[in-house]
């Protein structure tokens, strides 16, 4: 095949032999142009011969390039008549001197000749003397012609033929332009014959030469073949027996003979045929014969050697192997490139192999007689591939079935991948809220988001990170997200990925709680602690402002008629009024509060003393106004009110609240529903007067036993059995009648005279109880209240241990039962006193659990045994879902810490009903049993 590199190599030599001959005719001829006759003749022959065999290389070159054949008879025609104006052109320059210028020209042809032959044909240098005397024309003609037949393919025939013609025409026409040579009558057929002689020679050379040169070729590149052939063999020999994969050599041709004869018999679609003609598909399997294996498949099927194996070939075939062959038949039939499928096999010893069998599909009949065929082992990836897909389908089955969302965003905080509890918490399904940004949709802060992935950056993770989200209805919900960032190799953030919790549950008792923790539960007022917290941070601030303030502290009057004629309900009615009609009553501005029971106070701000005692007029007249009605009855009730002013003098909250709270006492003291304002000449009048009115009644009924114990049933909501009791301090007056505990406690507490008292009810208790042998086999324990100072107090423990050791009374019959806000307040000392005594037995009940600053951190610090949860909560479960929340929620948390629960105010049976569907374990209240005297149940 001729390439561009050969025309190039042709093309450049030829120009220049080119070049060179007419360079040397047109020398010679100037030298002899004088000198000779006819050399003008001559000249203009070599010229045109010449130039007509310039334009025959020309065409040579063509041909060579666009491979147009059909114009060789150009070539061919340009050569002959090129040839006869140079053989013309030498015999006039011969003139008369025949032999001395046949030397020249032979000698100028033979120049010509061996430049052209070593530039144009270096492999094939003629070197033979005789055929330097060749004639010009016929040289160059026979030497181009080979050129010719070398690139092209051509015979020479077409140059002999040209020759033998110009010799002929020479010999025989009576050209006019040949006249004037006188010798060449005598001459011309032995300078023809010479001529013709040469000609055959050179041919008879050059076919000889070439023939050696091709035979010499064809054994040259028969040797390569074959090495590159051996070569070949070898590397794949090689590669068989070293590589580490299963390799069969299979012969199939028999089988493609058997796919030829069904192709014969008008089977025209292979594999509906073969799967309902199966034994036709065994027939043509058992002529697949396997001719030699390597080592690796060996290993592989675990056999000794090649002929074990493959006499133990059929045993390797897994159970869906006439499958993979009918499909390996199709593949042959479909005539495709390539055959790869799975499939099961066995090795020698019935272990199971998973692998991929593959092969190049020949292309000729003769390939099938041996196919490569790669048995590639799977089995590890098979059973990973297993493992992960368990493993993805119980993590999916997690996902799918955990309540919490599960979420994946890329770097555009657009959602990539969502679980399908996001219907649950938002509203949206899967496809919806895939792509969604977040920014955009989901925060109800988008502020929120920067929040948080600024912590992802600088940490990598967030937990428990809370914010409200936006549900498709437009409703807002409280999330907890833990997240991390999902990164490339390199470092690059890919995403987050993580997990959404609902917490608007726990947010909600949370805001509850905390808002009980500010608000008193019945009024919706804020509570004394909140109180005391505002006016405290007023009087850090009196100190640089230097403006006047006022306090209020009120107590109602003739509120213990309506409470104890009517019960806790009307009561807490009752309340609710008129906290409504004193917020109604005070200025926005100013903070009105429930301090406890019914004890109001108002702080108001930069209020002077005679403005606060207006507001405290218009409070009066409000209060002496209203009427409370409750079953037909109607109750009017009074108000007493003590005012203080706030100045830069005064100290701090207790002390403000003692002037408050002295100066209500004396408008008590003074007629009741009045006001009177604290001055600091009556600090010593108020003070005494109103300590000594309850120091004095509480002391002398202390000396005179004027105190008695009521027991209250608390029941099992499960049995209904009662086997608890609760006792109550009652006090007697000077007539024997029974005053309530509401009246004379706050008394005893305000001014310490509660730990006498907590000390009388545990003598009087212990020595009932040792006195009362069968009821105390009866009850599975007595609750016994303690109050705060109680639990600082040495001495009232020691008081405890000494009636334990001299009444005999077991100290696991007996429940001390101290309230939440005191045992946080004195959380280190309450913990010392309960340990102390749960040492020798005792049990502790946590009371009004939920009612104040509740935090369910200090109850995990508390070793009690009973949460009792505050009837505020208890007595609206019904028909209120915040309390029904906060009871489930104080439950739920009693009974994974272990403690058993006590509801109080269980007034009704749906009360009753709801508390055991929540699963509290006992109920205290009206509904179950009103308190009475200790000792006409024991007589009962």
Request: net charge negative; with cysteine.
């Amino acid at each position: 095949m001729l390439s561009i590199g050969n025309l190039m190599e042709l093309s450049l030599p030829t120009t220049v032999f080119s070049a060179f001959l007419g360079s040397t005719v047109l020398l010679m001829a100037l030298i002899y142009i004088n000198k000779t006759p006819g050399a003008p003749q001559g000249l203009s022959y070599w010229i045109i011969g010449i130039a007509l065999n310039s334009v025959r290389y020309s065409v040579i070159l063509w041909v060579l390039m666009t491979r147009q054949l059909s114009l060789v008879f150009i070539v061919e025609a340009l050569q002959v008549v090129g040839a006869f104006f140079l053989v013309a052109g030498s015999l006039v320059f011969l003139g008369r001197r025949v032999w001395w210028n046949l030397f020249i020209g032979a000698s100028i042809t033979a120049v010509a000749w061996a430049a052209f032959t070593t530039l144009v044909v270096p492999n094939f240098l003629l070197r033979s003397i005789p055929l330097y005397l060749v004639s010009g024309c016929a040289v160059v003609w026979v030497g181009f012609t080979f050129i010719q037949a070398r690139h092209t393919g051509e015979k020479t025939g077409y140059g002999l033929t040209g020759t033998l013609f110009i010799m002929w025409g020479i010999h025989k026409l009576d050209f006019p332009l040949l006249r004037p040579i006188e010798w060449f009558a005598p001459y011309g057929f032995m300078i023809a014959m010479i001529l013709f002689m040469s000609i055959a020679i050179s041919l008879i050379v050059i076919a000889q030469r070439r023939m050696l040169l091709v035979s010499e070729q064809e054994i040259l590149e028969r040797r390569k073949a074959e090495a590159a052939l051996s070569s070949s063999e070898g590397r794949y020999q090689r590669l068989f027996e070293n590589s580490e994969m299963s390799i069969w050599n299979e012969d199939m041709s028999e089988v493609f003979k058997e796919l030829a004869r069904l192709r014969d018999e008008g089977v025209t679609n292979l594999r509906p045929y073969l799967e309902s003609n199966l034994q036709v598909a065994w027939d043509i399997a058992s002529k697949v014969k396997v001719a030699h294996v390597n080592e690796a498949t060996l290993k592989l099927f675990d056999a000794k050697n090649e002929d074990e194996f493959i006499y133990q070939i059929d045993k390797t075939f897994g159970p869906e192997a006439i499958n993979v062959f009918i499909d390996e038949l199709c593949a042959i039939w479909d005539k495709r490139s390539f055959f790869r499928a799975e499939a099961s096999y066995r090795t020698i010893d019935g272990r199971h192999l998973d692998c991929i069998i593959s092969f190049l599909i020949p292309d000729t009949a003769e390939g099938f007689n041996s196919i490569p065929v790669t048995i590639l082992d799977i089995t590890e990836r098979k059973q990973a591939e297993e493992s992960l897909r368990v493993s993805e389908s119980r993590y999916r089955g997690l996902i799918n079935n955990i309540p919490d969302l599960v979420y994946r965003t890329d770097t555009n905080n657009r959602i990539s991948y969502v679980s399908p509890s996001v219907y649950t918490l938002t509203g949206y399904t899967v496809d919806e809220y895939t792509g969604i940004n977040l920014l955009e949709k989901v925060y109800v802060d988008p502020d929120k988001r920067g929040i948080m992935l600024s912590e992802l950056e600088q940490n990598g993770q967030v937990s428990n990170f809370e914010v409200q989200q936006i549900r498709k209805n437009g409703s807002i919900w409280w999330a907890s997200i833990n997240a991390h960032l999902m990164k490339a190799d390199d470092g690059r953030i890919l995403g987050v990925e993580g997990t959404v919790r609902d917490i608007s549950e726990q947010k909600s008792v949370e805001e509850q709680l905390s808002y009980q923790a500010s608000h008193d539960i019945l009024t919706g007022l804020i509570n004394r602690h909140e109180f005391e917290n505002r006016t405290s941070r007023l009087l850090s601030r009196i100190q640089h402002d230097r403006t006047e303030h006022a306090m209020c502290f009120m107590d109602l009057d003739q509120f213990k008629v309506v409470n104890d004629t009517c019960g806790h309900v009307a009561g807490d009615e009752l309340l609710r009024q008129l906290g409504k009609l004193l917020q109604n009553t005070v200025s926005k501005r100013d903070t009105l509060a429930r301090l406890g029971g019914d004890e109001f106070g108002v702080l108001m701000e930069r209020c002077s003393l005679e403005q606060a005692h207006r507001v405290g007029d218009e409070i009066l007249k409000a209060v002496k106004n209203y009427q409370f009605f409750w079953e037909g009855e109607a109750f009017r009730i009074g108000i007493s009110i003590g005012l203080t002013a706030i100045t830069e003098a005064t100290g701090n909250f207790t002390e403000l609240f003692k002037q408050a709270d002295v100066a209500c006492y004396l408008a008590k003291d003074l007629g009741r529903n009045r006001i009177h304002t604290y001055l600091p000449e009556d600090t010593e009048l108020a003070i005494r007067h109103g300590e000594m009115q309850w120091v004095g009644r509480i002391s002398q009924a202390l000396d005179d036993n004027r105190f008695c114990l009521y027991a209250q049933p608390i029941v099992s909501l499960d049995s209904g059995a009662i086997k608890h009791y609760e006792l109550l301090i009652r006090m007697l007056d000077e007539q024997g009648g029974t005053i309530p505990p509401g009246a004379f406690l706050p008394a005893a507490e305000r001014y310490n005279l509660i730990e006498k008292l907590d000390a009388w009810v545990v003598n009087h208790a212990c020595a009932f109880l040792a006195d009362q042998p069968d009821f105390v086999e009866q009850v599975d324990f007595i609750s016994i209240n303690l109050s705060g100072p109680s639990l600082v107090n040495k001495d009232l423990l020691e008081t405890i241990m000494q009636n334990f050791r001299e009444s005999r009374v077991s100290p696991n019959k007996i429940c001390f039962e101290i309230t939440e806000t005191v045992a946080i307040s004195n959380l280190e000392s309450a913990t010392s006193f309960i340990s102390i005594l749960k040492m020798l037995g005792c049990r502790f009940a946590l009371d009004d659990f939920g009612s104040g600053l509740s935090s369910f951190g200090y109850l995990k610090n508390l070793p009690v045994d009973y949460l009792k949860i505050d009837g505020i909560f208890v007595k609206d479960i019904v028909d209120d879902p915040i309390d029904h929340a906060m009871v489930k929620s104080i439950n739920d948390i009693g009974q994974v810490m272990g403690m058993q629960t006590i509801a109080e105010f269980v007034e009704n049976d749906k009360i009753i009903a709801m508390l055991k569907g929540l699963g509290v374990n006992y109920g205290q209240g009206y509904g179950l049993g009103k308190p009475e005297p200790l000792k006409d149940l024991v007589s009962a």
